[in-house]
Protein backbone atom coordinates (compact mmCIF):
# COMPACT_ATOMS: atom_id res chain seq x y z
CA UNK A 1 0.00 0.00 0.00
CA UNK A 2 1.70 2.97 -1.45
CA UNK A 3 2.29 6.31 1.39
CA UNK A 4 1.60 8.90 -1.13
CA UNK A 5 -0.34 9.17 -4.28
CA UNK A 6 0.68 12.03 -7.18
CA UNK A 7 -2.36 12.96 -9.16
CA UNK A 8 -1.16 15.10 -12.13
CA UNK A 9 -0.83 14.76 -16.34
CA UNK A 10 2.61 16.05 -16.55
CA UNK A 11 4.54 13.24 -16.02
CA UNK A 12 7.93 15.23 -15.07
CA UNK A 13 5.54 16.01 -12.12
CA UNK A 14 4.61 12.91 -10.74
CA UNK A 15 8.43 11.89 -11.36
CA UNK A 16 9.65 14.56 -9.03
CA UNK A 17 7.28 14.26 -6.20
CA UNK A 18 7.77 10.71 -6.59
CA UNK A 19 11.40 10.44 -6.02
CA UNK A 20 10.97 13.47 -3.32
CA UNK A 21 8.68 10.81 -1.04
CA UNK A 22 10.90 7.95 -1.51
CA UNK A 23 13.92 9.65 -0.63
CA UNK A 24 12.53 10.12 2.56
CA UNK A 25 11.69 6.81 2.98
CA UNK A 26 8.07 6.90 1.47
CA UNK A 27 6.27 4.54 -0.76
CA UNK A 28 5.38 6.35 -3.69
CA UNK A 29 3.29 6.01 -6.80
CA UNK A 30 1.30 8.02 -9.72
CA UNK A 31 -1.98 8.55 -10.97
CA UNK A 32 -2.61 10.61 -14.28
CA UNK A 33 -6.25 11.56 -13.78
CA UNK A 34 -8.45 12.14 -11.19
CA UNK A 35 -11.31 9.12 -12.06
CA UNK A 36 -7.31 7.32 -12.35
CA UNK A 37 -6.59 8.16 -8.29
CA UNK A 38 -10.41 7.26 -6.88
CA UNK A 39 -9.70 3.81 -8.51
CA UNK A 40 -6.39 2.97 -7.02
CA UNK A 41 -7.15 4.73 -3.73
CA UNK A 42 -10.91 2.14 -4.01
CA UNK A 43 -7.93 -0.42 -4.36
CA UNK A 44 -4.90 0.75 -2.13
CA UNK A 45 -5.86 3.60 -0.28
CA UNK A 46 -2.71 5.87 0.26
CA UNK A 47 -2.50 7.95 3.19
CA UNK A 48 -1.32 11.61 1.62
CA UNK A 49 -2.43 12.77 -2.01
CA UNK A 50 -0.84 15.18 -4.38
CA UNK A 51 -3.60 16.11 -6.78
CA UNK A 52 -2.89 19.28 -9.24
CA UNK A 53 -5.60 21.98 -9.66
CA UNK A 54 -5.88 21.13 -13.27
CA UNK A 55 -6.51 17.38 -14.09
CA UNK A 56 -8.46 16.13 -17.27
CA UNK A 57 -11.82 15.24 -17.01
CA UNK A 58 -11.92 16.28 -13.23
CA UNK A 59 -10.58 18.78 -11.37
CA UNK A 60 -8.02 18.83 -8.26
CA UNK A 61 -11.08 20.38 -5.92
CA UNK A 62 -13.59 17.86 -7.33
CA UNK A 63 -11.37 15.27 -6.48
CA UNK A 64 -10.55 16.39 -3.49
CA UNK A 65 -14.20 17.00 -2.44
CA UNK A 66 -14.52 12.92 -3.84
CA UNK A 67 -11.72 11.62 -1.20
CA UNK A 68 -13.46 13.47 1.35
CA UNK A 69 -16.28 11.55 1.04
CA UNK A 70 -15.01 7.84 0.22
CA UNK A 71 -11.72 8.02 1.89
CA UNK A 72 -12.08 10.54 4.67
CA UNK A 73 -9.10 9.29 6.38
CA UNK A 74 -6.73 10.35 3.52
CA UNK A 75 -4.97 14.35 3.53
CA UNK A 76 -4.93 15.49 0.39
CA UNK A 77 -2.54 18.80 -0.74
CA UNK A 78 -3.65 20.47 -4.12
CA UNK A 79 -1.03 21.92 -6.25
CA UNK A 80 -1.14 24.48 -9.12
CA UNK A 81 1.23 26.04 -11.37
CA UNK A 82 -0.14 29.74 -11.39
CA UNK A 83 -1.47 29.58 -7.30
CA UNK A 84 -3.05 32.67 -5.73
CA UNK A 85 -3.92 33.38 -2.49
CA UNK A 86 -7.82 33.37 -3.33
CA UNK A 87 -6.99 29.94 -4.68
CA UNK A 88 -4.81 28.34 -2.02
CA UNK A 89 -8.02 30.02 0.81
CA UNK A 90 -10.28 28.20 -1.35
CA UNK A 91 -8.61 24.84 -1.44
CA UNK A 92 -8.44 25.02 2.36
CA UNK A 93 -11.67 26.10 2.62
CA UNK A 94 -12.37 22.83 1.03
CA UNK A 95 -10.33 20.82 3.72
CA UNK A 96 -7.42 20.36 1.74
CA UNK A 97 -4.28 19.56 4.04
CA UNK A 98 -1.94 22.24 2.35
CA UNK A 99 -1.60 24.17 -0.85
CA UNK A 100 1.59 24.34 -3.39
CA UNK A 101 2.45 25.79 -6.05
CA UNK A 102 5.27 25.44 -8.99
CA UNK A 103 7.74 25.11 -9.17
CA UNK A 104 8.17 22.78 -6.73
CA UNK A 105 10.62 24.04 -3.47
CA UNK A 106 11.56 20.69 -2.19
CA UNK A 107 12.24 21.82 1.50
CA UNK A 108 8.40 22.21 1.38
CA UNK A 109 7.48 19.21 0.07
CA UNK A 110 9.32 17.01 2.44
CA UNK A 111 7.89 19.38 5.17
CA UNK A 112 4.40 18.61 4.20
CA UNK A 113 5.52 14.85 4.12
CA UNK A 114 7.19 15.00 7.21
CA UNK A 115 4.38 17.10 9.15
CA UNK A 116 1.23 14.73 7.73
CA UNK A 117 2.65 11.32 7.57
CA UNK A 118 5.09 11.88 10.46
CA UNK A 119 2.41 12.35 12.56
CA UNK A 120 0.14 9.29 11.04
CA UNK A 121 2.85 6.94 11.71
CA UNK A 122 3.19 8.16 15.45
CA UNK A 123 1.44 5.24 17.05
CA UNK A 124 -0.94 8.31 18.14
CA UNK A 125 -4.24 6.07 16.71
CA UNK A 126 -6.72 8.22 15.41
CA UNK A 127 -5.80 11.36 16.78
CA UNK A 128 -7.38 13.99 14.83
CA UNK A 129 -5.68 16.54 12.53
CA UNK A 130 -2.28 18.09 14.12
CA UNK A 131 -0.10 21.07 13.17
CA UNK A 132 3.36 20.83 13.53
CA UNK A 133 3.45 18.17 16.17
CA UNK A 134 0.05 19.53 17.67
CA UNK A 135 -1.74 16.07 18.52
CA UNK A 136 -5.10 16.11 19.97
CA UNK A 137 -8.57 14.60 19.53
CA UNK A 138 -10.19 17.16 22.20
CA UNK A 139 -12.60 19.42 20.32
CA UNK A 140 -11.61 22.82 21.63
CA UNK A 141 -8.15 22.10 20.20
CA UNK A 142 -9.20 20.11 17.26
CA UNK A 143 -11.69 23.56 16.53
CA UNK A 144 -8.40 25.67 17.27
CA UNK A 145 -6.11 23.93 14.66
CA UNK A 146 -9.18 24.23 11.95
CA UNK A 147 -9.23 28.06 12.71
CA UNK A 148 -5.39 28.26 12.64
CA UNK A 149 -5.24 26.67 9.28
CA UNK A 150 -8.12 29.06 7.63
CA UNK A 151 -6.44 32.29 9.10
CA UNK A 152 -2.66 31.16 8.24
CA UNK A 153 -3.90 32.06 4.62
CA UNK A 154 -4.20 35.65 5.02
CA UNK A 155 -2.12 38.34 6.56
CA UNK A 156 -4.06 39.63 10.03
CA UNK A 157 -3.18 39.68 13.25
CA UNK A 158 -3.35 36.39 15.50
CA UNK A 159 -3.42 36.41 19.15
CA UNK A 160 -2.49 33.10 20.85
CA UNK A 161 -3.49 32.86 24.72
CA UNK A 162 -2.55 29.80 26.55
CA UNK A 163 -0.50 28.90 29.71
CA UNK A 164 3.08 27.96 29.19
CA UNK A 165 3.65 25.28 27.55
CA UNK A 166 0.59 24.71 25.81
CA UNK A 167 2.30 25.33 22.56
CA UNK A 168 1.81 28.52 21.65
CA UNK A 169 4.54 29.00 19.74
CA UNK A 170 3.95 25.85 17.90
CA UNK A 171 1.09 26.84 16.53
CA UNK A 172 2.60 30.68 15.67
CA UNK A 173 5.61 28.57 13.56
CA UNK A 174 2.64 26.81 11.98
CA UNK A 175 0.56 29.29 10.93
CA UNK A 176 3.59 31.09 9.40
CA UNK A 177 4.48 27.59 7.43
CA UNK A 178 0.59 27.91 5.65
CA UNK A 179 0.64 31.88 5.29
CA UNK A 180 1.80 33.33 1.71
CA UNK A 181 4.87 34.43 3.77
CA UNK A 182 6.24 31.05 4.13
CA UNK A 183 9.31 31.49 2.15
CA UNK A 184 10.55 34.83 3.86
CA UNK A 185 11.37 35.34 7.70
CA UNK A 186 10.14 34.15 10.40
CA UNK A 187 10.91 35.88 13.73
CA UNK A 188 10.14 35.50 16.89
CA UNK A 189 10.92 38.02 20.06
CA UNK A 190 10.42 36.45 23.61
CA UNK A 191 9.34 39.77 25.40
CA UNK A 192 9.40 38.73 28.69
CA UNK A 193 13.60 37.59 28.29
CA UNK A 194 14.84 40.73 27.07
CA UNK A 195 14.93 43.65 29.91
CA UNK A 196 12.90 46.59 29.22
CA UNK A 197 15.52 48.92 28.56
CA UNK A 198 16.15 47.08 25.56
CA UNK A 199 13.04 45.94 24.17
CA UNK A 200 12.58 49.27 22.22
CA UNK A 201 15.97 48.31 20.30
CA UNK A 202 14.98 45.00 19.98
CA UNK A 203 12.37 45.55 18.03
CA UNK A 204 12.77 48.93 16.35
CA UNK A 205 16.51 49.12 16.16
CA UNK A 206 19.13 51.81 17.18
CA UNK A 207 21.91 53.85 14.75
CA UNK A 208 24.86 53.61 15.84
CA UNK A 209 26.10 55.93 19.03
CA UNK A 210 21.97 56.37 19.75
CA UNK A 211 23.00 55.89 23.37
CA UNK A 212 25.66 54.41 25.68
CA UNK A 213 26.80 51.36 24.25
CA UNK A 214 25.79 51.61 20.48
CA UNK A 215 28.97 51.09 18.54
CA UNK A 216 27.07 49.85 15.87
CA UNK A 217 24.08 50.11 13.59
CA UNK A 218 21.49 47.48 14.27
CA UNK A 219 18.24 45.93 12.75
CA UNK A 220 15.39 45.41 14.84
CA UNK A 221 12.50 42.23 14.72
CA UNK A 222 10.54 44.27 12.68
CA UNK A 223 13.34 45.08 9.79
CA UNK A 224 14.82 41.15 10.03
CA UNK A 225 11.16 40.16 9.19
CA UNK A 226 10.25 42.00 6.57
CA UNK A 227 7.89 40.62 4.15
CA UNK A 228 7.26 37.98 6.54
CA UNK A 229 5.98 37.07 10.17
CA UNK A 230 7.33 38.43 13.55
CA UNK A 231 5.92 37.08 16.52
CA UNK A 232 5.46 38.59 19.67
CA UNK A 233 5.83 36.13 22.33
CA UNK A 234 4.47 37.05 26.07
CA UNK A 235 3.91 40.52 24.66
CA UNK A 236 1.76 41.29 27.92
CA UNK A 237 5.12 41.81 29.17
CA UNK A 238 6.09 45.08 26.91
CA UNK A 239 5.84 48.07 29.00
CA UNK A 240 3.26 50.66 28.09
CA UNK A 241 6.08 53.05 26.47
CA UNK A 242 7.33 50.00 23.62
CA UNK A 243 3.59 49.60 23.75
CA UNK A 244 2.55 52.43 22.18
CA UNK A 245 5.37 52.54 19.81
CA UNK A 246 4.08 48.87 18.27
CA UNK A 247 0.36 50.76 17.80
CA UNK A 248 2.04 53.34 16.06
CA UNK A 249 4.22 50.73 14.08
CA UNK A 250 1.04 48.49 13.24
CA UNK A 251 -0.99 51.38 12.45
CA UNK A 252 1.22 53.30 9.98
CA UNK A 253 3.56 50.62 8.28
CA UNK A 254 6.46 52.42 9.73
CA UNK A 255 8.92 52.44 12.73
CA UNK A 256 11.50 54.73 13.78
CA UNK A 257 15.12 53.43 14.84
CA UNK A 258 15.95 54.63 17.82
CA UNK A 259 18.35 57.58 16.63
CA UNK A 260 17.28 57.59 12.88
CA UNK A 261 14.96 60.79 12.40
CA UNK A 262 13.62 59.71 9.32
CA UNK A 263 10.92 56.27 9.71
CA UNK A 264 11.46 53.28 7.76
CA UNK A 265 8.65 51.40 6.08
CA UNK A 266 8.03 47.59 7.35
CA UNK A 267 5.74 45.20 5.97
CA UNK A 268 5.33 42.40 8.67
CA UNK A 269 2.58 40.08 9.75
CA UNK A 270 2.24 40.06 13.64
CA UNK A 271 1.00 36.87 15.44
CA UNK A 272 1.21 37.54 20.00
CA UNK A 273 0.91 35.26 22.45
CA UNK A 274 0.56 35.80 25.77
CA UNK A 275 0.03 33.08 29.30
CA UNK A 276 -1.96 36.67 31.02
CA UNK A 277 -5.58 36.76 30.63
CA UNK A 278 -5.17 39.94 28.99
CA UNK A 279 -8.84 41.09 29.68
CA UNK A 280 -7.58 41.61 33.39
CA UNK A 281 -4.46 43.14 32.67
CA UNK A 282 -6.64 45.98 30.40
CA UNK A 283 -9.12 46.77 33.64
CA UNK A 284 -5.87 46.80 35.41
CA UNK A 285 -4.07 49.24 33.13
CA UNK A 286 -1.33 47.09 32.04
CA UNK A 287 -2.10 47.39 28.76
CA UNK A 288 -3.73 49.05 26.04
CA UNK A 289 -6.85 48.97 24.82
CA UNK A 290 -6.00 49.89 21.19
CA UNK A 291 -3.28 47.93 20.96
CA UNK A 292 -5.50 45.05 22.00
CA UNK A 293 -7.38 45.37 19.46
CA UNK A 294 -4.82 45.65 16.73
CA UNK A 295 -3.54 42.50 18.07
CA UNK A 296 -6.61 40.78 18.51
CA UNK A 297 -8.18 40.44 15.12
CA UNK A 298 -8.04 36.64 15.28
CA UNK A 299 -7.43 35.02 18.87
CA UNK A 300 -6.81 31.54 19.29
CA UNK A 301 -6.76 29.67 22.85
CA UNK A 302 -4.82 26.60 23.50
CA UNK A 303 -6.39 25.17 26.89
CA UNK A 304 -4.42 23.83 29.27
CA UNK A 305 -3.51 19.95 29.55
CA UNK A 306 -5.43 19.04 32.58
CA UNK A 307 -8.88 20.11 31.15
CA UNK A 308 -8.00 17.41 27.66
CA UNK A 309 -6.78 14.59 29.70
CA UNK A 310 -7.90 12.28 26.64
CA UNK A 311 -4.64 14.03 24.57
CA UNK A 312 -2.06 12.48 26.85
CA UNK A 313 -1.93 8.75 25.67
CA UNK A 314 -1.65 10.56 22.35
CA UNK A 315 0.65 12.69 23.03
CA UNK A 316 2.38 10.12 25.33
CA UNK A 317 2.95 7.80 22.14
CA UNK A 318 4.12 10.47 20.08
CA UNK A 319 6.79 12.07 22.07
CA UNK A 320 8.15 8.23 22.49
CA UNK A 321 8.63 8.40 18.43
CA UNK A 322 9.65 11.75 18.75
CA UNK A 323 12.53 11.13 20.75
CA UNK A 324 13.43 7.28 21.10
CA UNK A 325 16.27 7.56 18.47
CA UNK A 326 17.77 10.46 19.77
CA UNK A 327 18.19 8.80 23.10
CA UNK A 328 19.32 5.66 20.89
CA UNK A 329 16.46 3.40 23.23
CA UNK A 330 14.86 0.35 22.06
CA UNK A 331 11.47 1.51 23.55
CA UNK A 332 8.18 1.26 21.09
CA UNK A 333 5.66 1.11 23.98
CA UNK A 334 3.98 2.35 27.10
CA UNK A 335 1.98 -0.20 29.05
CA UNK A 336 -1.66 1.02 29.53
CA UNK A 337 -0.84 0.89 33.59
CA UNK A 338 1.74 4.01 32.83
CA UNK A 339 -0.46 5.54 30.75
CA UNK A 340 -3.26 5.63 33.70
CA UNK A 341 -0.84 6.67 35.84
CA UNK A 342 0.38 10.00 33.28
CA UNK A 343 -3.71 10.75 33.05
CA UNK A 344 -4.00 11.29 36.43
CA UNK A 345 -1.23 14.07 36.88
CA UNK A 346 -2.36 17.57 36.45
CA UNK A 347 0.51 18.71 34.52
CA UNK A 348 1.21 22.52 35.84
CA UNK A 349 3.65 22.84 32.95
CA UNK A 350 1.12 21.38 30.08
CA UNK A 351 2.66 19.27 27.26
CA UNK A 352 6.29 20.76 27.01
CA UNK A 353 6.57 19.11 30.93
CA UNK A 354 4.41 15.75 29.71
CA UNK A 355 7.42 15.78 26.53
CA UNK A 356 10.46 16.27 29.08
CA UNK A 357 9.17 13.64 31.61
CA UNK A 358 8.25 11.30 29.06
CA UNK A 359 12.01 12.01 27.53
CA UNK A 360 13.48 11.34 30.82
CA UNK A 361 11.67 7.90 30.91
CA UNK A 362 13.11 6.78 27.84
CA UNK A 363 16.14 6.91 29.12
CA UNK A 364 15.56 5.29 32.82
CA UNK A 365 13.90 2.23 30.63
CA UNK A 366 15.89 -1.12 29.65
CA UNK A 367 13.18 -2.86 27.85
CA UNK A 368 10.89 -2.24 24.88
CA UNK A 369 7.68 -1.05 27.27
CA UNK A 370 7.28 1.96 29.43
CA UNK A 371 5.97 1.02 33.11
CA UNK A 372 4.73 3.38 35.77
CA UNK A 373 8.36 3.13 37.56
CA UNK A 374 10.44 4.45 34.70
CA UNK A 375 8.05 7.78 35.52
CA UNK A 376 10.59 8.70 38.51
CA UNK A 377 9.12 12.00 39.36
CA UNK A 378 8.92 14.02 42.55
CA UNK A 379 7.07 12.18 45.64
CA UNK A 380 4.22 15.66 45.80
CA UNK A 381 3.41 14.79 41.85
CA UNK A 382 1.50 11.65 42.99
CA UNK A 383 -1.73 12.83 42.64
CA UNK A 384 -4.64 13.09 45.24
CA UNK A 385 -6.77 9.86 46.61
CA UNK A 386 -10.01 10.36 44.65
CA UNK A 387 -12.21 12.78 45.66
CA UNK A 388 -14.06 15.47 44.62
CA UNK A 389 -11.30 17.96 43.74
CA UNK A 390 -10.70 19.64 40.44
CA UNK A 391 -7.56 19.36 37.80
CA UNK A 392 -7.24 23.10 38.68
CA UNK A 393 -7.46 22.52 42.65
CA UNK A 394 -4.83 19.54 41.87
CA UNK A 395 -2.38 21.59 40.47
CA UNK A 396 -2.54 24.45 43.10
CA UNK A 397 -2.20 21.57 46.11
CA UNK A 398 0.67 20.33 43.96
CA UNK A 399 2.41 23.89 43.29
CA UNK A 400 1.88 25.29 47.17
CA UNK A 401 3.00 21.69 48.22
CA UNK A 402 6.25 21.87 46.47
CA UNK A 403 6.79 25.77 47.25
CA UNK A 404 6.41 24.73 51.00
CA UNK A 405 8.49 21.74 50.79
CA UNK A 406 11.77 24.33 49.16
CA UNK A 407 11.52 26.88 51.18
CA UNK A 408 9.41 29.12 49.17
CA UNK A 409 11.97 29.04 46.53
CA UNK A 410 10.28 29.62 43.04
CA UNK A 411 13.34 28.54 41.15
CA UNK A 412 13.57 25.41 42.91
CA UNK A 413 10.13 24.55 42.80
CA UNK A 414 10.11 25.52 39.10
CA UNK A 415 13.11 22.54 38.69
CA UNK A 416 11.11 20.10 40.74
CA UNK A 417 8.04 20.47 38.71
CA UNK A 418 9.51 20.83 35.23
CA UNK A 419 7.46 23.75 34.73
CA UNK A 420 8.92 27.48 34.32
CA UNK A 421 9.13 29.84 36.61
CA UNK A 422 7.41 31.93 34.62
CA UNK A 423 4.77 29.68 35.41
CA UNK A 424 5.02 29.50 38.62
CA UNK A 425 4.55 33.52 39.47
CA UNK A 426 1.44 33.20 37.10
CA UNK A 427 -0.32 30.50 39.45
CA UNK A 428 1.31 32.63 42.58
CA UNK A 429 -0.67 35.65 41.09
CA UNK A 430 -3.68 34.01 40.23
CA UNK A 431 -4.02 32.20 43.54
CA UNK A 432 -3.31 35.89 45.41
CA UNK A 433 -6.30 37.74 43.16
CA UNK A 434 -9.04 34.44 43.72
CA UNK A 435 -7.85 34.80 47.56
CA UNK A 436 -8.72 38.50 47.54
CA UNK A 437 -11.94 37.67 45.87
CA UNK A 438 -13.32 35.24 47.96
CA UNK A 439 -12.07 37.33 51.28
CA UNK A 440 -14.13 40.55 49.76
CA UNK A 441 -17.29 41.33 51.44
CA UNK A 442 -20.29 40.96 49.39
CA UNK A 443 -22.23 43.74 48.49
CA UNK A 444 -25.58 43.95 49.17
Known amino acids: ?96 EDFL ?41 LAVIETAARVAQSSVAVLIEGESGTGKELLAREIHLRSPRRDKPYV ?15 LFGHERGAFTGATARRMGKFQVAHQGTLLLD ?11 KLLRTLQEGELNPIGLDRPVRVDVRILATTNRCLGEE ?26 RPEDIPHLAHHFV ?57 DPVLVPSPPGNHTRAEMERRLILATLERVGGNQARAAEALEISARTIRNRLRQYRQEAGLRAAPSRA
Open 234 to 244: EVSEASLQVQA
Open 321 to 377: DKHRAACGVLVREISEAALRHLTSWPWPGNVRQLENCIQRALLLCPGRMLQPSHFHV
Open 188 to 202: ALNCAAVPESLLESE
Open 1 to 96: MPDVLVVDDDPPVCQTVVSIARQHGYEATAAASGNQALAQLSCAPSRLVFADMRLPGMSGLDLLRQVSVRHPQVRVVLISGNGSIGMAVQAMQEGA
Open 282 to 307: LQAGRFRQDLFFRLNVVSLHLPPLRD
Open 101 to 141: TKPFDIARVAEVLERVLGAAGSGAGNAGPSLAGIVTVHPRM
